[in-house]
């Protein structure tokens, strides 16, 4: 049984409809059951912006930025009636391999993984990456906005502020494979995705 693939859509697509569309109609047309995790884009800006003024802790906006997350995923859904929602983890692999995308949108669960600190040192990536690790999916991909360098490790994509920090220790530990497409290469999605299905999930990128 082949595995689904996790895709992270980068929350910065949000601000670009014709890049979205683009990235969800290639999600769309591959053949490997995937499962969509949103990012939280300009809905956890505004956490970002409201923490200093309001004195929250950083746990309290941990929370809101995965209902920013949920935010950006109910927007998906909205635009896409090809993406399937999926409120449990245990209903993801058998959602996706209707041959829709499935959507999660994060909930409690992410928020008492060990895994993942309630920091900003959290992002929408490590969620990501927790999730293929729970779920054993054969790998993650994260979709970004910006160009991405070829060849580069995940350690150099946190450096450059491409991914956080946690998320390169949660992949290292769990031996997961995984890709990072950019701006300019959203065609390539289809042959990665079908490239990472055929991996047990314990490979190298």
Same mark, same amino acid.
């Given at each position: 049984?082949? !595995?689904?693939?996790?895709?992270?859509?980068?929350?910065?697509?949000? #601000?670009?409809?014709?890049?979205?569309?683009?990235?969800?109609?290639?999600?769309?047309?591959?053949?490997?059951?995937?499962?969509?995790?949103?990012?939280?884009?300009?809905?956890?800006?505004?956490?970002?912006?409201?923490?200093?003024?309001?004195?929250?802790?950083? !746990?309290?906006?941990?929370?809101? #930025?995965?209902?920013?997350? !949920?935010?950006?995923?109910?927007?998906?859904?909205?635009?896409?009636? !090809?993406?399937?929602?999926?409120?449990?983890?245990?209903g993801l692999p058998v959602t996706a391999r209707r041959g829709l995308p499935a959507l999660h949108v994060p909930s409690s669960d992410s928020l008492s993984a060990p895994e993942l600190p309630s920091s900003w040192?959290?992002?929408?990536?490590?969620?990501?990456?927790?999730?293929?690790?729970?779920?054993?999916? #054969?790998?993650?991909?994260?979709?970004?906005?910006c160009a991405v360098p070829p060849g580069q490790t995940l350690e150099a994509h946190a450096a450059a502020g491409r991914i956080d920090t946690i998320t390169p220790g949660l992949i290292a530990r769990s031996g997961? %494979?995984?890709?990072?497409?950019?701006?300019? %290469?959203?065609?390539?999605?289809?042959?990665?995705?079908?490239?990472?299905?055929?991996?047990?999930?314990?490979? %190298?990128?």
């Amino acid at each position: 049984m082949t !595995r689904p693939v996790v895709v992270k859509i980068g929350g910065s697509l949000a #601000a670009d409809r014709m890049r979205l569309m683009a990235v969800l109609d290639h999600l769309a047309s591959a053949p490997a059951p995937i499962i969509i995790v949103p990012g939280g884009g300009p809905f956890a800006d505004e956490v970002r912006q409201a923490q200093g003024p309001l004195g929250l802790s950083d !746990r309290a906006c941990h929370a809101m #930025a995965i209902l920013a997350m !949920r935010q950006f995923g109910l927007a998906i859904a909205d635009l896409d009636p !090809r993406v399937a929602h999926c409120d449990t983890l245990e209903g993801l692999p058998v959602t996706a391999r209707r041959g829709l995308p499935a959507l999660h949108v994060p909930s409690s669960d992410s928020l008492s993984a060990p895994e993942l600190p309630s920091s900003w040192a959290t992002t929408s990536d490590a969620i990501a990456a927790w999730l293929a690790q729970r779920i054993a999916a #054969a790998g993650v991909v994260f979709v970004k906005s910006c160009a991405v360098p070829p060849g580069q490790t995940l350690e150099a994509h946190a450096a450059a502020g491409r991914i956080d920090t946690i998320t390169p220790g949660l992949i290292a530990r769990s031996g997961m %494979a995984w890709r990072m497409v950019g701006d300019g %290469a959203y065609d390539s999605l289809p042959a990665v995705l079908d490239a990472l299905a055929a991996i047990d999930g314990r490979g %190298a990128p």
